[in-house]
């Protein structure tokens, strides 16, 4: 029976798609279509087939990396081993990012599901002009991240073509031989290999890389955008609350009142589908990020000591970016609970003392439901807000505050 409804309902997406809907939804379908996630495709076989193909594809590069940095350890410039463990950390929350919108397919089916028959049945122009609030901080983060990430990998591909360089070795005065790869030290790769297996290993690189940022920072973006969506649902519900009509009869107000129970109650199971599908990529993001900071901090103190200027501002960009996005997602956590909490407010705004005994005990049930907040977690052991993001910089910095007095 769900089934039939599901590709029923599914059979009607398209019809319901129109130009609000392509403005808000539509980069994300392009980019999961293209990563294999996106919810609302009824045949899963090449969706699943592609999820395979990038997964395997990051886990080869995983396994090659961690292997030569076990084997060969710190064979080259400390800046090249940290862009190595950075792949590695990346690639992981990449595989993370695609594997658990999978997972809980059902979830994120029933949250973009909602999303559209939500832009095909707003006709209101104030709650019209909330949702393309929200839409639009969503595509201005889309085109950042995703335009930003592929600039720097462009330089990155260009700059690092196939080619054989000679080293002059100044202990010994010989000449060493290296070639050029992406990412990681160029040691790592034997001068001796042959130009075929060295030209795929390339290859493999070049894959994962654009891969990588689609993946890594298509996961960002798309769960941005999701969550100000939802957020714009929660303000809309704010606002029909606190316009709720105290001179219409009584069966009218039972009606309008039961519809927005509806509507919260709905907005509430969305909201936790949503916690509940990426808290534990959160928790990864979280621990991943400050282990790279904690890192490129040590590196840091070590490049002002020597005064390399570029070390410097590579690693200074890096750590800035890393806080960026955790700020990001501290950001959606906020914005989340905070307009999931505000439905308190709207009722203490409408007119209830104009209203019949029955309805405003109703009214103190629904506060009494809002006091069980909504919460995006990392792991289920930090809350995602911006009070919690100053801590954790807060200890971050305290930490590099140390680690400048060893090093002094």
Not at 1 to 16: E, G, V
Not at 296 to 324: A, P
Not at 373 to 386: E, R, V, W
Request: charged letters at 15%.
């Amino acid at each position: 029976m769900m089934a039939t409804i599901k590709s029923s309902r599914t059979k009607t997406h398209k019809k319901l798609w129109n130009s609000d809907t392509n403005y808000a939804l539509g980069f994300y379908r392009q980019l999961t279509t293209i990563l294999g996630i996106w919810p609302l495709k009824r045949n899963r076989r090449i969706p699943n087939l592609q999820v395979i193909v990038i997964c395997l594809l990051q886990f080869a590069v995983i396994f090659i990396f961690t292997q030569n940095l076990i084997i060969k350890e710190n064979c080259g410039v400390v800046t090249d081993i940290l862009d190595a463990l950075t792949v590695i950390v990346t690639s992981i929350l990449s595989v993370a990012k695609i594997v658990f919108p999978v997972i809980y397919q059902e979830s994120m089916y029933c949250i973009v599901d909602s999303a559209v028959m939500d832009w095909s049945n707003v006709t209101h122009k104030k709650h019209h002009e909330i949702m393309l609030k929200y839409a639009y901080m969503g595509r201005i983060v889309f085109i950042i991240q995703m335009v930003g990430s592929y600039i720097t990998i462009i330089p990155l591909i260009f700059g690092n073509l196939p080619n054989i360089s000679l080293v002059i070795n100044e202990e010994n005065n010989t000449d060493i031989m290296y070639r050029n790869i992406l990412v990681g030290p160029n040691c790592w790769v034997s001068p001796f290999m042959s130009t075929t297996i060295y030209l795929l290993y390339y290859s493999l690189l070049t894959a994962d890389i654009i891969i990588l940022c689609a993946a890594y920072n298509g996961g960002d973006v798309y769960i941005f955008g999701i969550a100000m969506h939802l957020c714009g649902q929660f303000q809309l519900l704010y606002n029909k609350m606190e316009n709720f009509d105290a001179h219409q009869n009584y069966f009218l107000q039972r009606r309008y009142l039961n519809h927005l129970c509806e509507r919260h109650n709905h907005l509430v199971k969305l909201a936790n589908a949503f916690e509940k599908t990426f808290n534990l990529v959160l928790l990864i993001q979280v621990i991943a990020s400050t282990l790279i900071i904690g890192i490129s901090s040590v590196l840091l103190l070590l490049g002002l000591r020597n005064r390399d200027s570029n070390i410097i501002v590579g690693l200074i960009v890096r750590i800035n970016v890393l806080y960026f996005e955790l700020f990001i997602y501290s950001y959606i956590g906020e914005e989340l609970s905070t307009q999931a909490a505000k439905l308190q407010e709207a009722i203490y705004n409408c007119p209830w003392y104009k209203m019949s005994p029955d309805i405003v005990r109703d009214l103190s049930f629904i506060i009494l439901r809002n006091n069980i907040p909504c919460y995006l977690t990392a792991g289920k052991i930090l809350k995602m807000n911006i009070s919690n993001y100053r801590e954790l910089v807060r200890t971050m910095f305290s930490y590099f505050s140390v680690l400048r007095l060893m090093f002094g």
